[in-house]
């Protein structure tokens, strides 16, 4: 990780592509991963059978 410091939107630019990472008030915080496509499909069918049982 990186150390204590402020860093600004230039230091995130220098950053490697691969790292999941943004900065908040100055500070490097790590991001979660992104939900799995199956995590998606799930919610999706959550989402219309409540859709559908609301209607």
């Known amino acids: 990780m990186y150390e204590k410091r402020s860093y600004s939107y230039a230091d995130y630019l220098t950053w490697d592509e691969g ?3 943004e ?3 100055g500070e490097a915080v790590n ?3 992104a939900p799995s496509r199956r995590h998606q499909q799930i919610l999706r069918e959550l989402s219309t059978a409540f859709s559908n049982f609301f209607a």
């Open 23 to 25: 900065i908040i008030d």
């Open 31 to 33: 991001m979660s991963p």
């Open 19 to 21: 790292e999941r990472l």
